[in-house]
């Protein structure tokens, strides 16, 4: 149990275009999502939390215009970043907490990751 | 969330147990322990968490000292597939309450 799905798993864009990066609880049914950038050599930071049906919350420093966050069923959400360009180029993972009192509530699953590298 | 201090790498002999350290002084009461891996250009995995006593699972065991200020993952037998960074994370349990990584700590399993 517990598997969280990403898509795609790798995208190669050009700069200035919209990139769409889908993220999937399979399994169970996921309150709240994370997003998540790696740069080489580093470690996770955290983007945004996204509750069901509510705006995201992003972290301080990051651009919520920039990184649009849809969270819109218990099993889906979507992180499009807009307008890329080759600074967005990283690894994009995101993470998935089941609803409250679920057997899945108490920690966070994280998808396999989409790496994305704009041109 | 307490902030947590972990060694930057380690190295492990193929088949004997691994212990990493992970220190959070300043954790509160109701902050649990979280352990997570990620092994190279994957997404985290999920070891073991805890609050205050030991817990094990099919992966590993969490040892946490009684005053909570500091705990040891134990891989009790390590393989090559276990080279990872493993992460050590303190934070209130809540689905909506964030995970912030640290630096983590590189293991290296050496055959």
């Known amino acids: 149990g517990a598997v969280v799905s990403q898509h795609p798993s790798r995208v190669i864009c050009k700069s200035g275009t919209s990139v769409k990066i889908e993220c999937r609880s399979l399994?169970?049914?996921?309150?709240?999502m994370f997003w998540y950038r790696q740069f080489p050599k580093q470690s996770l930071m955290l983007m945004a939390t996204s509750n069901e049906g509510s705006k995201a919350t992003y972290e301080q420093g990051v651009e919520k215009d920039k990184f649009l966050i849809n969270h819109a069923s218990l099993t889906l959400s979507t992180l499009t970043v807009t307008s890329a360009h080759p600074e967005d180029s990283s690894f994009y993972i995101c993470?998935?907490?089941?609803?409250?009192?679920?057997?899945?509530?108490?920690?966070?699953?994280f998808g396999p990751g989409t790496r994305l590298l704009v041109l | 969330d307490a902030k947590t201090t972990q060694p930057p790498s380690m190295d492990c002999a193929e088949g004997r147990a691994a212990n990493l350290p992970c220190n959070h002084s300043?954790?509160?009461?109701?902050?649990?322990v979280y352990w997570y891996r990620q092994i190279h250009s994957q997404g985290p995995q999920y070891i073991i968490h805890g609050l205050k006593n030991n817990e094990t699972n099919e992966m590993a065991s969490l040892i946490i000292t009684e005053d909570r200020k500091s705990s040891t993952l134990i891989l009790p037998h390590a393989t090559l597939r276990d080279t990872a960074v493993y992460y050590c994370i303190v934070r209130v349990l809540n689905t909506g309450n964030q995970f912030y990584f640290g630096t983590g700590t590189s293991l290296t399993v050496i055959p």
């Open positions: 300043t954790i509160s009461g109701n902050e649990y």
């Open positions: 993470s998935a907490s089941g609803t409250s009192g679920g057997s899945y509530q108490e920690t966070q699953y």
């Open positions: 399994d169970f049914q996921a309150t709240t």
